[in-house]
């Protein structure tokens, strides 16, 4: 698979197979960044396609000056918090309910592996979504998609201390809901 410098200048050129494959390499990111935000599955794909229409009229944008992931997660997340503010601005006739959480598939070889997997899963995305706002976007940078403090810092405009200690505090945050949730977790 080529690396994703040579995806983008692909697409660049006009490449449809290129951003088929950018696509599918990111496609599970971005909709994770749209489900932390939007809280909701079927709102997160939509969400998640307006993203990958934006990422591909703004292509010629990305500079290539931080890594391409810093850059799509930042559009990302730029654009949920957008669509955030306008449902804010004007909210549902009606309250939805919320999903309980995303379906996690596991790959585990065994049905009693792929239910303890899963059931971490689920614990530790009922962690997340306990957790204050900053704390979860956070976590979701840093542990979950793996951006350096650097990058988190430039694309949320914070200063790297600030980072650090609310990485430092987002890790106990969670640590503190996890053993909360399941008190004999990890015992």
């Known amino acids: 698979m080529p690396d994703v410098t040579t995806l983008v200048d692909r697409c660049r050129q ?5 951003w088929e494959a950018l696509v599918r390499r990111f496609q599970s990111r971005v909709y994770a960044v749209s489900y932390h935000y939007m809280r909701n599955a079927d ?16 292509l010629d944008s990305y500079d290539g000056t931080s890594s ?18 306008r449902r804010s601005a004007r909210p549902p006739a009606s309250d939805l309910a919320l999903d309980d ?15 303890g ?7 530790l995305y009922r962690a997340l979504n306990g957790m204050s706002d900053k704390n979860r976007e956070i976590i979701l940078l840093k542990e979950i998609h793996g951006l350096k403090l650097e990058e988190i810092s430039e694309m949320l405009g914070l200063p790297i201390g600030t980072i650090k200690s609310r990485s430092s505090r987002a890790r106990i945050e969670l640590a503190t809901r996890v053993r909360s949730l399941a008190p004999s977790y990890g015992a």
Do not use: H, M, T
Not at 117 to 123: E, F, G, N, T, V
């Open 14 to 18: 006009g490449d449809g197979l290129a």
């Open 43 to 58: 709102e997160a794909r939509d969400v998640a396609q307006d993203i990958f229409v934006r990422v591909y009229q703004r």
């Open 68 to 85: 391409f992931i810093a850059w799509l997660l930042r559009v990302s997340r730029n654009i949920c918090i957008d669509r955030l503010r």
């Open 101 to 115: 959480g995303i379906e996690l598939v596991a790959g585990g070889p065994s049905p009693e592996e792929e239910a």
């Open 117 to 123: 997997s899963s059931a971490r899963k689920a614990l």
